[in-house]
């Protein structure tokens, strides 16, 4: 296996061999994975294991428009690159016209750290946690649970001479408790691990399960409801997911207008909510370039190794952009934008616990799941509550209710919401797997619309 950035040279030299294509873009990404599991009050598993992932893109120019051809290996053998590069080529050649395509970027030097070795994680970054989980192990609750550490350092080179190196440290922690019948999930994203509030974590699990000792069953309607910032986060990435500018100016998203054109300016809270992405937003730190091994309506791989900046998807409660590659964003004289792996919201002052007490009468949610698009001109989801659906009354947390299915749009969410909490990092439970950098706040919905009973348990 030989390194990161030899590859790079080794796929560039042989492209530039071939000589069929006119420009060849190369992305690796060498990635280390540790993770640690326990159930039932018990350590059970623990690993690393490390993996690379090659992608050769070409183009061929033929007039303005570049034919483009994306192949990705995760083969470390560096006697596969040769064929890899030449599939790569013969793919562009037989390509149609690519209709992101765009002029290539310029040179850059390459960053100080270029030639670097490539860093790696173990086991002994879950130290922490792990001690802190050996104590609340004799409790009477049952925990359950999974923490992962993964670097992931990407390179992008150019037959330009455009070099980028960018390392992603990403950390979670996820403890899921049990007692009798009842069942509490807490999370946390964390970047390295440094600051794992796992006393804290099974405190608050221990709380949510005392409240589950008296239940009361609901039945389906339309509820106030306290969404903590993990539930917040999960169908606000969904709403970010859907905001490419193409899709809206073609009339198939939620963000088309009626009669043409999009939603951009349009205002939906009176509530100074700011939903944005940032690769230097503090604590939440991401890749600041493009990397893209595909295209979509939201990235292009003409782009690769281009610069991202904040973008601010709805700016003070009113939609403000939609994202737009860089050919989009020329077809449709807009200013290009980009998302960055991060989502941020920013709220209010109360805390969740401000906001529970100043409640005569509502659900506060624990977290959603099995999140799924119903109809994507409106952006309705539906979904399950999941690990603690519970009542309050008078400013207090009376009992535990039944779960339900829920359907409900993002953006009338945002049109329909009455208060807004301080917003915190969290982990989103339904798309941690894709998503795990986020900040959002406390949310009241005065009418959240719970569809029917769900016999999830």
Not at 3 to 30: F, H
Not at 396 to 421: C, I, M, Y
């Amino acid at each position: 296996m030989i390194g990161a950035q030899q590859v790079v040279d080794t796929v560039l030299a042989e492209a530039a061999r071939l000589g069929k294509a006119d420009e060849t873009i190369v992305t690796v990404t060498d990635r280390s994975d540790a993770s640690l599991r326990w159930a039932n009050n018990s350590m059970t598993t623990n690993g690393v294991s490390v993996q690379r992932r090659t992608t050769v893109i070409s183009v061929v120019r033929r007039g303005e428009r570049g034919h483009v051809a994306s192949l990705t290996s995760s083969e470390v053998d560096p006697s596969v690159i040769p064929g890899l590069v030449a599939a790569s080529q013969e793919a562009a050649l037989a390509a149609p016209e690519a209709r992101d395509s765009a002029p290539p970027l310029p040179a850059t030097e390459a960053a100080g750290d270029w030639d670097a070795p490539i860093p790696g994680t173990g086991i002994e970054v879950f130290g922490g946690v792990a001690e802190a989980l050996t104590r609340g192990f004799p409790r009477a609750d049952r925990l359950y649970g999974y923490a992962r550490h993964i670097l992931e350092t990407t390179f992008v080179a150019t037959s330009g001479g455009l070099r980028r190196r960018y390392t992603q440290p990403t950390g979670s922690v996820e403890i899921n408790a049990k007692r009798g019948g009842a069942s509490a999930w807490a999370g946390v994203g964390t970047p390295d691990f440094t600051n794992v509030p796992t006393d804290s974590m099974l405190e608050e699990l221990s709380t949510r399960l005392g409240w589950a000792q008296r239940t009361v069953e609901l039945p389906a309607g339309r509820y106030e409801t306290i969404l903590p910032p993990s539930a917040v986060a999960d169908l606000m990435i969904y709403l970010s997911w859907s905001m490419d500018g193409r899709g809206a100016q073609e009339g198939r998203t939620a963000f088309s207008a009626p009669g043409g054109g999009t939603r951009v300016g349009e205002t939906l809270t009176d509530l100074p909510l700011t939903l944005y992405s940032d690769p230097a937003a503090a604590g939440l730190e991401c890749t600041p370039f493009v990397a893209a091994a595909s295209s979509s309506d939201q990235a292009s791989v003409f782009d690769n190794g281009m610069d991202i900046d904040r973008v601010d998807w709805i700016r003070d409660g009113t939609i403000n952009s939609l994202a737009y590659p860089r050919a989009a964003a020329a077809e449709f004289g807009v200013p290009v934008a980009v998302a960055a792996d991060n989502h941020v919201m920013t709220g209010g002052t109360d805390s969740l616990a401000d906001m529970v007490a100043s409640t005569d009468h509502g659900l506060l949610l624990t977290t959603l799941w099995y999140i799924r698009v119903v109809d994507p001109a409106v952006l309705l989801l539906t979904g399950l509550t999941r690990d603690g659906v519970y009542l309050v009354e008078d400013g207090r947390v009376t009992g535990a209710v039944n779960n339900f299915r829920f359907n409900e749009s993002p953006l009338d969410l945002l049109r329909r919401v009455s208060q807004a909490g301080v917003s915190e990092v969290t982990l989103p439970r339904e798309w941690g797997d894709w998503a795990i950098r986020a900040a959002m706040p406390t949310l009241r919905i005065p009418d959240f619309h719970m569809s029917s009973v769900s016999q999830a348990q």
